[in-house]
Nanobody
Framework: QVQLVESGGGLVQPGGSLRLTCAAS????????MSWYRQAPGKERELVAAHSTTGGGTNYLDSVKGRFTISRDNAKNTVYLQMNNLKPEDTAVYYC?????????WGQGTRITVSS
């Protein structure tokens, strides 16, 4: 049974930082592209950052480039999202995703609220 468990969300002031963690189990972690998505109230879910399986390739939503960093530790079956200089528009529920070919798994989400 595949499980993706996110943690690290919460309330933070504008300009602050948070690190999200997604712990995966029940899958061959290194074989999956790991991504973070987010969904703000009234908006569609969007891809925030993705980390490839090999070579360390990453890609980011334009609005988070230079502020967010995705990383993975295949030995720990964990993917991280370091978020710096957070803005109110980053407020959303953040979801961890694991994808390989037609296999696609989601975590339950962790809420981030950026507000003063």
């Amino acid at each position: 049974q595949v499980q993706l468990v996110e943690s690290g969300g919460g309330l933070v002031q504008p300009g602050g930082s948070l690190r999200l963690t997604c712990a995966a189990s029940g899958l061959t972690f290194s074989a999956y592209v790991m991504s973070w998505y987010r969904q703000a109230p009234g908006k569609e879910r969007e891809l925030v950052a993705a980390h490839s399986t090999t070579g360390g390739g990453t890609n980011y939503l334009d609005s988070v480039k230079g502020r967010f960093t995705i990383s993975r530790d295949n030995a720990k079956n964990t993917v991280y999202l370091q978020m710096n200089n957070l803005k109110p528009e980053d407020t959303a529920v953040y979801y961890c995703n694991a994808e390989m070919w037609q296999l696609d798994y989601w975590g339950q989400g962790t809420r981030i609220t950026v507000s003063s």
